[in-house]
């Protein structure tokens, strides 16, 4: 079954600084890979995916994020904090065949120093 | 495109009662997923249906909770009788085969007194 961790619940960086939050996935073979973001008392919205092909994914808002398979991770970037980051964020992994259920990770809570 | 739509956004109810939950799916979408989120347990996918037949309900936590599709644009999830663990905020996603993310809807923030 696949599974993803979120390292670090909550994070906080300065407005304008490099945003970085961690998730590694755990699947016998490598996944569809996701990032989704949840604004306070609002649905999920997708950030990003990872499917096939290249490997540095670029989404919404200026994210994004690289596969490496070598290392089991999907690590979340963005170069320059704004205050509109503030917000919960959720990796989430499906398998490839047979299943279309997502499994979420903890999520990370990233706070933005003005 | 109109996007999952859930009702009601919130739902106050007392201990005992009976509470349904609404979703939409995003027409053409063939996929719907009913999720629960609070704080200690983060984002639980409680069952997932394929066509309108439920795929695997092995997230819901009792007998108390049932869903049903009875048609390909509407879904429920009912708790009978609630509690006041029951409390959370209940998303509705729907995708494709094609799709590879699934959509999510507002939510509900259900809270049980």
């Known amino acids: 079954a696949q599974s993803v961790t979120q390292l670090g619940s909550h994070v906080s960086v300065s407005e304008g600084a490099l945003v970085l939050l961690r998730c590694n996935y755990s699947?016998?073979?490598?996944?569809?890979l996701f990032w989704y973001v949840q604004y306070p008392n609002q649905g999920l919205q997708l950030l990003l995916k990872?499917?096939?092909?290249?490997?540095l994914v670029k989404g919404i808002n200026g994210f994004e994020a690289e596969f490496k398979k070598s290392e089991t991770s999907f690590h979340l970037t963005k170069p320059s904090a704004h205050m509109s980051d503030a917000a919960e964020y959720f990796c989430?992994?499906?398998?490839?065949?047979?299943?279309?259920?997502?499994?979420f990770g903890t999520g990370t809570r990233l706070t933005i120093i003005p | 495109d109109a996007g999952v739509i859930q009702s009601p956004r919130h739902e106050v109810t007392e201990m005992g009662q009976e509470v349904t939950l609404r979703c939409k799916p995003i027409?053409?979408?063939?996929?719907l997923f009913w999720y629960r989120q609070t704080m200690m347990r983060g984002l639980e996918l409680l069952i997932y249906?394929?066509?309108?037949?439920?795929?695997?309900d092995s997230g819901m936590p009792e007998d108390r909770f049932s869903a049903k599709m009875p048609n390909a644009s509407f879904s429920t999830l009912k708790i009978q009788p609630s509690e006041p663990r029951d409390s959370a905020v209940y998303f509705c996603?729907?995708?494709?085969?094609?799709?590879?993310?699934?959509?999510f809807g507002q939510g509900t923030r259900l809270t049980v007194v």
């Open positions: 996603a729907s995708t494709t085969g094609a799709n590879t993310e699934a959509f």
């Open positions: 699947s016998s073979v490598p996944p569809y």
């Open positions: 990872y499917t096939t092909g290249a490997t």
């Open positions: 989430a992994v499906r398998a490839l065949f047979g299943n279309e259920k997502l499994t």
């Open positions: 027409s053409g979408h063939d996929y």
């Open positions: 249906f394929n066509n309108n037949v439920p795929i695997d």
